[in-house]
């Protein structure tokens, strides 16, 4: 679709663009209270990841799992301005805190991935390219696999979505407002982002066949959802 393209193009140049994308990504207060909600959910859902190899697609600078321990973070970024950070967290995280950088869900072997997290990214994925992406994780995951954490996702109205990042915490009020503030005067455009409703996220989740079912887990903005999505059938 001419209009997919055009927004997946518009979506690819703004986080390509490193005036802007600091700009988007969480960091301080915010970024802290975001990592410990997605920690603590990931431990009520999982309990341990030890032994699991865990995506992390649309990671970003790649920080949000960086204290999770697990077998191997595979970190996914297609904008080239985290490059160089993520190349330094491959450098240096080790052990249980182990990352490895691929350029695309395509260098990663079949059956390898236990769980993957896409966290804050399918509001720049129209349907169809998400559509797109779980056929491609669904032959990535082994047999007992974890399923794939759809996280971060935005209420489908702009202002509750607004209102649920501003009322988010009182110490993070000036922060968000600032960060809202300094969008509004860039060529960013909210108004172009994808707000999938919950149900077309089922309807996709089935036709892709996997299972869907939403989590309580609170994201930093409180009118965020979260779903599960498990494999209904053989992988
Ligand atoms: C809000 S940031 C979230 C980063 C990280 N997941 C986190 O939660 O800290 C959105 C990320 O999604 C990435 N992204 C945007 N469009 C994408 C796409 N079509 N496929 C994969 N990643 C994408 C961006 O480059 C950006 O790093």
Redesign the pocket.
Known sequence: MPADRER?SY??GI??DPEI?PL???HGRI?AL?QRN?ENGLRRLFGSLAGRTVL?????????LSRLSCRRRIL????P??GDVLAALAASDAGPHAATVVGGPQEIPPATVDLV?????V???PLA?LAE?LRSYRGLLRDDNLGIIV??VPHPNRLVDTLGALSAHPTTLLQTAGQVLQLLRSRYASDRLQRHRLRELVALAQSEGFGLRRLDTRSFNRARRTVHLTVSGPV
């Open positions: 997946r979506w690819a986080w390509a994308a988007i990504l969480q970024f975001t997605f992390d697609f649309g990671c970003g600078d790649g920080l949000l996914y970024e297609p904008s301005v985290y997290v896409i966290h804050g990214v509001q720049y994925m390219e992406a996280a971060d």
